[in-house]
T-cell receptor, first 113, second 114 residues
Framework: KAGVTQTPRYLIKTRGQQVTLSCSPISGHRSVSWYQQTPGQGLQFLFE???????NKGNFPGRFSGRQFSNSRSEMNVSTLELGDSALYLCASSLEGGYTEAFFGQGTRLTVV | AQSVTQPDIHITVSEGASLELRCNYS??????LFWYVQSPGQGLQLLLKYFSGDTLVQGIKGFEAEFKRSQSSFNLRKPSVHWSDAAEYFCAVGPPGGSYIPTFGRGTSLIVHP
């Protein structure tokens, strides 16, 4: 079956703009979680969605938001982009969320200039 | 606040040699513990996890990890490394039984020499 699909794979944005990233989970999975990976801060948990509700949230400013649709696809939005938002954004899907096994996508590489 | 330390940024081993990647955590109670692997250009893959019980955990790809409460450690081991094991390895912890809010270590890059 198809894996987790993240689109786009690469993105270049200008400071101050906003960006929306998309994640299509494995069919049947109801949970999607998002992560930011940077050389400076490493890998950090952003938030987790389950059945269209945000269930858990990491320590990120309100500029980072997300949502999940009824088909479990999820989007992540970053407003007022800063240079430090340049990162690889990973999403993962799982059947039940939480600590059940998650499958990761290849990520979206965002560059803010 | 919980934290995870992976003291080795890079480790180089020869193919066929044994491997141990170190992970130490700081947490008020025994957290849930995980090891992930990330191959170049790929997302993460879960190697193994520890919630409770037997402190020696077996994972995929021939990896195992041992939880040592007294040392707050969860080191990853493999008896014989293959060239395909070259990747970035992340240790992670999370609050037990509750909300899914994982904290990751900075990662250890494994280089395998032929």
């Amino acid at each position: 079956k198809a894996g987790v699909t993240q689109t786009p794979r690469y993105l270049i944005k200008t400071r101050g703009q906003q960006v929306t990233l998309s994640c299509s989970p494995i069919s049947g999975h109801r949970s999607v979680s998002w992560y930011q990976q940077t050389p400076g801060q490493g890998l950090q948990f952003l938030f987790e969605y389950f059945s269209e509700t945000q269930r858990n949230k990491g320590n990120f400013p309100g500029r980072f938001s997300g949502r999940q649709f009824s088909n479990s696809r999820s989007e992540m939005n970053v407003s007022t982009l800063e240079l430090g938002d340049s990162a690889l954004y990973l999403c993962a899907s799982s059947l039940e969320g939480g600590y059940t096994e998650a499958f990761f996508g290849q990520g979206t590489r965002l560059t803010v200039v | 606040a919980q934290s995870v330390t992976q003291p080795d940024i890079h480790i180089t081993v020869s193919e066929g040699a044994s491997l141990e990647l170190r992970c130490n955590y700081s947490y008020g109670a025994t957290p849930y513990l995980f090891w992930y692997v990330q191959s170049p250009g790929q997302g993460l893959q879960l190697l193994l996890k520890y919630f409770s019980g037997d402190t020696l955990v077996q994972g995929i790809k021939g990896f195992e990890a041992e939880f040592k409460r007294s040392q707050s450690s969860f080191n990853l081991r493999k008896p014989s490394v293959h060239w395909s094991d070259a990747a970035e390895y992340f240790c992670a912890v999370g609050p037990p039984g509750g909300s899914y809010i994982p904290t990751f270590g900075r990662g250890t890059s494994l280089i395998v020499h032929p």
